[in-house]
């Protein structure tokens, strides 16, 4: 049995803006999807998908997740008419837009059929393969999810638009920083919202433009309040970042309000992370006890909520 496993993530800045080729900043999370792959004597492929969910998300998402697995299977030459194969999807990730599900059971899927066909391939490949599932998701993704979700840790991120590959750097942190997300309870459809704000930005490349230099601003201090953990200016730069993601419409009422709801219970900060519409919020404490009221807050405005730390 082949086993493999990739980390959820949480985008800090840069969600739309990075499918353009800006710079954006990711961080893994804890919490992740395992997967195992077993041979079996008939052919195509059995899908036990039990990773735990926000409900309605694996059933909206099911078509697309049979591309996908299907896109992995062949970027790895496996022929199902030959040898036919169980997957098993598991782990304590919890399945819904904006933290990264689709990246990570990518990851893990091509990780277990690493570990099953013994490939000898290393992280570079496993992600090219994630790459390839994501697909399945969002015909053009930036790759920023499966790069996170393969190699862990703080990714600051440029997407190549010309053939090539992409930058990737690895941040340290002095100390890992404590954050909430939270879900809207909605799942959203990447491919939908990301040709939508496609379709604003060409309809008025001169909004856009605006747009951007202001996200370029905010990215280029977001890292630098990282790197010098000046967390009051990090937590403002999110906001920014949160504004810049209702001009370009990808937040709603329910995010802007959860928003809300997580800054009056102290947070330095507070933005849609992911494709939005929908999904989840990413939310900057500055400490543990400030960590447990805004997680509170939420939970007892009636969003499911999760603790993490990132720069661990
Ligand atoms: C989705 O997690 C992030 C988006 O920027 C899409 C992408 O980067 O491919 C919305």
């Given at each position: ?27 893994a999370i804890g ?252 939310v900057l404490t ?27």
């Amino acid at each position: 049995m082949g086993q493999g496993s990739g980390f959820g993530k949480t985008i800090l800045f840069g969600e739309h803006f990075v499918v353009y080729g800006l710079p954006a900043l990711a961080s893994a999370i804890g919490d992740k999807t395992l997967c195992t792959v077993e041979k079996i004597e008939n052919t195509g492929y059995i899908l036990n998908d039990d990773r735990p969910e926000i409900p309605g998300y694996k059933e909206k998402k099911f078509d697309e997740q049979k591309v996908s697995i299907q896109n992995v299977i062949n970027f790895i030459g496996i022929d199902l008419e030959k040898q036919g194969l169980k997957i098993t999807l598991g782990g304590n990730l919890v399945c819904a837009s904006g933290v990264g599900a689709s990246a990570a059971s990518c990851v893990a899927l091509a990780r277990a059929l690493n570990d099953e066909f013994n490939l000898g391939w290393n992280d570079d490949k496993i992600n090219e393969a994630a790459y390839e599932g994501e697909k399945g998701y969002h015909g053009t993704p930036s790759g920023i999810d499966n790069t996170a979700s393969t190699f862990g840790g703080l990714v600051y991120f440029i997407r190549n638009l010309e053939s090539g590959p992409n930058t990737m750097e690895t941040l340290k942190l002095d100390k890992p920083i404590s954050m909430v997300i939270a879900s809207s309870g909605m799942t959203a459809n990447t491919s939908v919202v990301v040709a939508d704000v496609r379709k604003k930005k060409e309809e008025n490349p001169e909004w856009f433009e605006e747009i951007v230099k202001e996200y370029n601003e905010v990215v280029k201090q977001g890292r630098e309040a990282l790197e010098n953990m000046n967390l009051d200016h990090l937590g403002k730069l999110m906001n920014k970042n949160h504004e810049l993601l209702q001009k370009v419409t990808v937040s709603n009422e329910t995010l802007d309000k959860m928003v809300n709801i997580a800054r009056d219970a102290g947070a330095l900060g507070a933005k849609v992370t992911g494709t939005g519409r929908g999904g989840n919020i990413n939310v900057l404490t500055p400490d543990p006890a400030t960590q447990d009221k805004v997680y509170q807050a939420l939970k007892d405005a009636g969003y499911a909520a999760w603790k993490t730390l990132i720069g661990v």
